[in-house]
């Protein structure tokens, strides 16, 4: 059964201009773009993202750096997304990442680590609702 994740480029990786090779990335890895956008979170925008994290000592490092400048959300989907998709980015730390991972090849450091991505089929689905409508989500291919 194919179900969804929700990846972002975070704004170094935008700023960069990484975000075409990163997409790239996923098709060839065979995740289907479901939705796409670009936007600049406010800040109670992001710091509802990483409610998770309030009390984590970076968190307001990590909403400082996700409201910098335009990130890309994007909908992905495969059969096993949210594990497969984890595979594709690396560990959070880009030092600790595998060779050939999105965050090896594109991270800069722990916290500017260039995409984000879900850590369940629940979060999942609460995160692609964070950013898009259901009628935003194209259900017809
Ligand atoms: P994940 O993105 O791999 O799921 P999480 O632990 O959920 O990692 O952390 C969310 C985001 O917070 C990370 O992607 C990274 O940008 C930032 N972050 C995580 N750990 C640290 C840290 O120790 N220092 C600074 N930023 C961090
Ligand atoms: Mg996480």
């Not at 773009?33 to 979170?41: D, F, P, S, V, Y």
């Not at 990442?97 to 916290?111: C, N, W």
């Amino acid at each position: 059964m194919s179900n969804k994740t929700l990846a972002i480029i975070k704004p170094e990786a935008v700023e960069k201009g990484y975000s075409g090779k990163i997409i790239a990335m996923y098709i060839e890895a065979g995740f289907k773009i479901k939705a796409m956008n670009m936007t600049h979170l406010t800040k109670p925008s992001a710091e509802g993202f990483y409610a998770v994290h309030r009390e984590r000592p970076f968190f307001n490092e990590l909403v400082a750096y996700m409201t910098s400048g335009p990130c890309i959300p994007i909908v992905l989907e495969k059969e096993n997304a949210v594990e497969d998709y984890r595979k594709l980015i690396g560990a959070t730390d880009p030092a600790k990442a595998d060779e050939g991972t999105v965050r090896k090849l594109f991270a800069v450091d722990i916290q500017h680590n260039a995409v984000h991505g879900s850590d369940s089929d629940e979060n999942a689905l609460k995160e692609i609702a964070h950013f898009f409508s259901s009628d935003e989500l194209l259900n017809n291919y």
